[in-house]
């Protein structure tokens, strides 16, 4: 029998787990041994090619609290996932304690995209007195740079670009400490161990951080442009409300007519108080501006608003977003107002990342650069969203977003690469269940968007453990990605551009059966040769079939017709036999080339046909950006009005063609405002969408209706279609996590290869 003193030790428990998902580079190590400290538990903690182990052991109460609060109380930004939990026998044990890495086993790793300034870390940098008071590389385990600075998983010092940053006692203490919220805290740093910024202006050089901060921001207020080296790669700058320094900067980089975002300081409870004195977003925009992707979201531009005229010419929208880094919040504070913040490039290049080749490719842009020698290992430009439908949609993946991480509806055979396509290009990692899409890199055309290319390729690769035993890439053997892949020497398998719309679009809704979706955009070769882009495809990954496309003509110039809406304003008018009074004089010659199919191309683009509009209208006869014809188009329609009957032909098992014709004496009516024509135009072509959507509907017992390519930015037209579709009983289906533009491209690349089991 037991005595008065005597008593039953409590019962102890071990388990031994692995947590999946997003715990790397997210501070879930140090979480775990909060966690298990705080529940009286012992054992140890490490990193396993992206996985996490775990180990613990104690009382079963202290077990069943840490199992409860594992995944309901894990940091805000990660996503764990917990793949097995195995109860095992006690082992010896004294303490906590968070281990090296290991790199057995097969990688589940995920990338961690780069994350904003978190608000313990901004209220350090803003209080006189802290260490990190106004440093402007200040970081915890909840904020900073990810996928740009690891140089390879798993996620430790020595893997990233701050390796060659040693870190001093005191950051040493704090990363060391389990209840500092830096420990573990990979980019942590200071203004004794980190890294520093430099100011250069006309072959001045200021080494000393704060004041190339105080020189920066002088500069900016003498109306100077600022070439700055921020996360991803480098920002142009000036003051958003000097018309002066923004036209400067259009002659300059040249960009004359192409919108410029615009940074913000943060102010007030939700961070948008000065925003909102020059913009009104939407509820659902303020949400997005304020997330931690910190994104770009194109918001309305007040009546009142003191913001330059030429940020975006002809548009009632601005691109606007927060600062997202330490050195933007202070810029922005001691600047006091918005500022252009622009990618650092040059003509649709990837954004440029080295100080070096900044310093030589902008030397002609900027009058001042804001240094800093914290490698950038890869690009991530900013991600761009707007408001289509009731929502905030992708127009671009970038920083904060991408690498964007997927599902995959089944198992690959074989791990995959998608290269894209040549415009907006962006590629995608695909193996086993899962998809990565890179961030956007650039149009293909340069020497250096080739070899960013190459380097995205390869350190998508790296940093996931995968290596692609097969490629796909687009139809098209021009395009840069589809000539790359040509000379890699692994099997190709080719998607046409169309298709890989559809499924995209397919895939990221996880759709079942069959589906009719309109792909509208510019110009991708189509199956039978021609350039396609007003297309109407129906089936599934795989096996799709075009059933309706735009009534079909030659572009005069081919290529050229892209940047010259003028053209497929004369190609229109020349294919219905009308004259355009005010077309471009001396197209003689080119009518005579256009009529023999010289240089001629024949095209079904909806992208070419709201181009001739915009020229038809007077709005855009020479584009300096891609769609500039379009989105001027659209930003002048104005009112409600009933759209012209456009004629459906039909010819045995050819597909149906929309007949674009009666379009043509509205368009050239000058007896009608610009604003009633180009409303009348996208009524008209949102009621033919759905006119063809309900006859071939019911023939083919269809109920989901997608819309996607490039076109389908044009918010009005979506809305519009999307309206009278769902009223004739539709499921619409749009884009949410990827661009319905050629950005998304690379994903539908591999579900349309999926859906042919290659």
């Not at 303490?95 to 290991?102: L, N, T, V």
């Not at 920066?216 to 920002?235: D, P």
């Not at 770009?296 to 005229?309: D, S």
């Amino acid at each position: 029998m037991k005595t008065p003193l005597e008593h039953t030790p409590p019962p102890v428990a071990a388990r031994r787990l692995r947590i999946g998902g997003r715990v790397q580079g997210v501070g879930f190590r140090p979480f775990i041994h909060r966690l298990a400290s705080s529940c009286g538990l012992e054992g140890w903690v490490l990193n396993r090619t992206g996985e996490v182990e775990v180990f613990i052991q104690g009382p079963v109460a202290g077990v069943e609290a840490f199992m409860e609060a594992l995944l309901q109380g894990a940091p805000p930004l990660a996503r764990p996932q917990l793949l097995s939990a195995e109860e095992t026998a006690p082992v010896p044990l004294q303490g906590f304690e968070i281990r090296h890495s290991e790199a057995a086993g097969p990688p589940r790793i995920h990338v961690p995209p780069d994350y904003f300034a978190c608000d313990d870390c901004l209220a350090e940098i803003r209080t006189p007195g802290e260490r990190r008071h106004r440093y402007p590389f200040t970081n915890c385990t909840q904020c900073g740079p990810r996928y740009t600075l690891i140089a390879r998983l798993p996620y430790d010092r020595p893997n990233t670009a701050m390796a060659t940053f040693p870190l001093c006692p005191e950051c040493g203490r704090e990363y060391a400490d389990p209840t500092d919220r830096r420990f573990h805290a990979q980019p942590v740093a200071c203004p004794s161990c980190g890294p520093q910024l430099t100011f250069e202006r006309a072959g001045r050089s200021i080494a000393d951080t704060e004041a190339a901060l105080r020189a920066c921001v002088q500069a900016l207020r003498e109306g100077a442009i600022v070439a700055v080296k921020g996360v991803g790669g480098y920002h142009l700058l000036c003051d958003a409300r000097r018309p002066s320094s923004i036209q400067r900067l259009r002659q300059r980089k040249p960009r004359p007519h192409k919108p410029l975002a615009v940074m913000f300081p943060q102010a007030g409870a939700d961070g948008l108080e000065r925003l909102r004195e020059e913009l009104a977003p939407s509820t659902e925009e303020a949400l997005l501006l304020a997330s931690p992707a910190r994104p770009i979201v194109l918001c309305p531009r007040r009546p009142e608003a003191t913001l330059a005229p030429d940020l975006a010419p002809g548009l009632a929208e601005v691109g606007a977003m927060l600062p997202y880094s330490p050195l933007h919040h202070l810029l922005l504070d001691d600047f006091g107002g918005p500022l252009v913040a622009t990618s650092g490039n040059l003509g649709g290049e990837p954004v440029l990342t080295d100080p070096g080749e900044a310093a030589q490719r902008l030397t002609r842009v900027a009058d001042t650069f804001l240094h800093h020698d914290r490698p950038i290992l890869r690009p991530a430009d900013d991600p761009v969203y707007r408001t289509v439908a009731g929502r905030p949609r992708p127009l671009r993946l970038g920083r904060g977003i991408a690498p964007l991480e997927l599902a995959l509806p089944l198992m690959l055979p074989h791990p995959l690469l998608a290269v894209g396509g040549h415009m907006k290009n962006a590629v995608a990692l695909a193996w086993e269940d899962r998809v990565a899409v890179s961030p956007h890199i650039g149009d293909l055309d340069a020497p250096r968007s080739q070899r960013v290319f190459e380097q995205v390729v390869n350190d998508l690769q790296s940093l996931y453990g995968i290596r692609a035993e097969r490629l796909v890439c687009d139809a098209h053997p021009g395009y840069g990605s589809s000539r790359w892949a040509a000379r890699s020497g692994l099997p190709i398998s080719p998607v046409y551009h169309h298709h890989a719309h559809a499924a995209a679009l397919y895939g990221e809704h996880q759709g079942e059966g069959e589906w009719l979706i309109f792909t509208w955009d510019g110009v991708g070769l189509g199956e039978d040769g021609t350039l396609w882009g007003g297309e109407a495809l129906l089936g599934a990954p795989g096996r799709w079939r075009r059933v309706a496309t735009l009534r079909p003509f030659r572009l005069p110039g081919g290529e050229k017709a892209g940047r010259e809406p003028w053209r497929s304003a004369l190609a229109l008018c020349w294919e219905a036999g009308c004259e355009w009074p005010q077309s471009p004089p001396g197209t003689g010659l080119l009518r005579k080339a256009w009529a023999q199919g010289l240089n001629a191309p024949i095209t079904s683009a909806a992208g070419r046909l709201f181009d001739a509009a915009s020229a038809l209208l007077g709005v855009c006869e020479c584009a300096s950006f891609e769609g500039q014809g379009p989105m001027l188009l659209e930003a002048c329609a104005e009112g409600k009005r009933a759209p012209l009957a456009l004629p459906l032909v039909e010819r045995g098992d050819e597909p149906m063609e929309i007949d674009w014709a009666p379009l043509l004496p509205m368009l050239l009516d000058a007896h009608r405002t610009v604003a009633e024509r180009s409303a009348i135009f996208h009524a008209s072509l949102g009621a033919v969408i759905a006119a063809i959507a309900q006859r071939l509907g019911q023939k083919f017992l269809i109920r989901d209706v997608g819309l996607t390519g490039g076109v389908f930015q044009n918010r009005l037209l979506t809305e519009l279609t999307a309206k009278h579709l769902t009223a004739g009983g539709f499921r619409v289906r749009l884009a949410e996590q990827l661009p319905c533009n050629d950005g998304g491209l690379c994903y539908g690349q591999i579900i349309d290869t999926l859906g042919r089991g290659w």
